[in-house]
């Protein structure tokens, strides 16, 4: 079995990860041994800060909730709107508790295949077979 992977098997990772399989059945589709697969993930898949569409980057806990205004400022950036729409507030905020989402610490370590991709404004790991190789280029030189 090969531990490297070419581009053409990084695409049909990604779609299988996508697609949500484990990386056991990865492993049977790719003749790769699981632990490379999943290797390979953590190591190339990139973290993304983002919200989503309506959405500003918002890790509070309770910024669903919130109905506070203005905690940042002068210097915020939706001074009209409530602070769960603004990711500056969060450095102000007293009542600030950070969200994380845990299905980036256990397998498969990526945000590709989830389902609340769409309603989430946490910070996000994907993995990005272009990316990947770009990646694994520079550590290789």
Same mark, same amino acid.
Not at 25 to 46: A, N
Not at 68 to 84: D, M, P, T, V
Not at 102 to 130: M, Q
């Given at each position: 079995?090969? !531990? ?13 990860? @996508? ?12 003749? @790769?041994?699981?632990? +490379? ?5 953590? @190591? ?5 800060? +983002? ?28 001074? !009209? ?15 600030? +508790? ?16 989830? +389902?609340?991709?769409? @309603? ?8 990005? !077979? ?12």
């Amino acid at each position: 079995m090969s !531990a490297f992977f070419s581009y053409e098997e990084r695409l049909h990772l990604q779609s299988n990860l @996508k697609e949500g399989l484990s990386f056991k059945e990865i492993s049977r589709r790719s003749g @790769k041994d699981p632990s +490379t697969i999943s290797r390979e993930v953590r @190591k190339y898949s990139s973290e993304i800060v +983002t919200g989503y569409p309506g959405q500003a980057h918002n890790t509070c806990r309770n910024c669903k909730t919130c109905n506070r205004r203005r905690i940042c400022g002068k210097n915020c950036s939706r001074r !009209a709107l409530y602070c769960k729409h603004c990711n500056l507030c969060n450095q102000s905020c007293p009542d600030y +508790t950070e969200e994380v989402c845990w299905a980036r610490f256990r397998a498969p370590y990526i945000c590709n295949s989830c +389902t609340e991709i769409g @309603k989430c404004s946490l910070v996000k790991n994907f993995y990005d !077979a272009e990316e990947s190789t770009h990646q694994s280029k520079r550590d290789y030189f």
